[in-house]
């Protein structure tokens, strides 16, 4: 089970008909924007896109993406599958794991610690801007599980380290992050009003943990804690099939979150 979607979309200069699109900012490398836009829009839409549909995600020419989406394959940072579409490719995990060497190194353990216990998908998440991206994971010893990419942002709302992440901010500041990404429904049990959010943040922050229920996925269950004190914030999870995250199994799991939470905190304090 694999969950990818970013709501961030990136429009850029393009080539020949379409050359009277907004120029990047000066002292930006044309050549450089280009390549990130298509990263973003791959990293936004999750499953592999064909060429045309990433030309006109991002506004570039065909030939202008098709040059560096091959520059990038041969580099490692973009794929191609067999039905000729893109997506991200593996050389991005490298990157994603050091853009947050400290923080991820200290959790990596700690990570373990918790899937040993849940035997579960643990995860390190932290708030970048608008979106909660994962940046390190122990995945579970069981064949079926949640996994979700290093490296993948998505939307904090539907996302139980998400929510963990909202809780620690101010009611003015969740909103004007929901504004600008909106509240998408995943499924039926999806957050989509700013006063349900709201709502549940201020639960969230009562019982000190937060809880994601199908609200992204159909049949995952996600159970979060905030560190404390992380700037900027983050969250540790562990996720799973709800089936075998029962409520019995999540009070287990929450004290062994709070508790990893409480002493990854104290590592980043002595470090």
């Known amino acids: ?13 393009s080539d020949g008909p379409e050359a ?7 002292g930006q490398v044309q050549s450089v924007a280009r390549a990130f836009a298509l990263l973003e829009a791959l990293a936004d839409a999750g499953d592999p896109l064909s060429l045309q549909a990433l030309a006109e995600r991002t506004g570039l020419a065909q030939p202008t993406a098709h040059r560096l989406l091959k520059t990038m394959q041969g580099l490692g940072y973009a794929r191609q599958t067999a039905a000729r579409e893109y997506g991200l490719g593996p050389g991005l995990i490298g990157l994603g794991n050091r853009a947050a060497p400290q923080l991820a190194a ?20 932290v708030l970048d801007g608008t979106n909660a991206v994962y940046v390190a994971q122990q995945p579970s010893r069981h064949q079926m599980r949640m996994f979700t990419e290093v490296g993948r942002r998505v939307l904090p709302h539907a996302a139980g380290a998400g929510k963990a992440m909202l809780a620690t901010l101010s009611d003015t500041r969740v909103r004007a992050i929901v504004r600008e990404t909106g509240l998408p429904r995943y499924t039926a049990t999806t957050l989509t009003t ?6 549940e943040l201020r639960d969230t922050r009562g019982r000190g943990y937060a809880l994601d229920d199908g609200e992204r996925e159909v049949g995952v269950r996600c159970i979060a ?5 992380s700037t900027p914030p983050a969250a540790l999870s562990v996720s799973g ?11 287990r799991v929450v004290e062994a979150l709070r508790d ?11 470090a």
Do not use: K
């Open 225 to 229: 804690v905030a560190v404390p004190g």
């Open 20 to 26: 009277g699109r907004e120029r990047p900012p000066e």
């Open 241 to 251: 099939p709800a089936a075998r995250i029962t409520d019995e199994m999540a009070r």
């Open 260 to 270: 990893v939470a409480a002493r990854l905190a104290g590592a980043g304090a002595a």
């Open 106 to 125: 200290r959790a990596q353990p700690l990570l373990r610690e918790l899937e040993e216990l849940s035997q579960e998908t643990a995860n390190l998440v």
């Open 1 to 13: 089970m694999e969950f990818m979607t970013n709501s961030r979309d990136t429009h850029l200069e």
């Open 194 to 199: 700013e006063a349900e959010l709201l709502r």
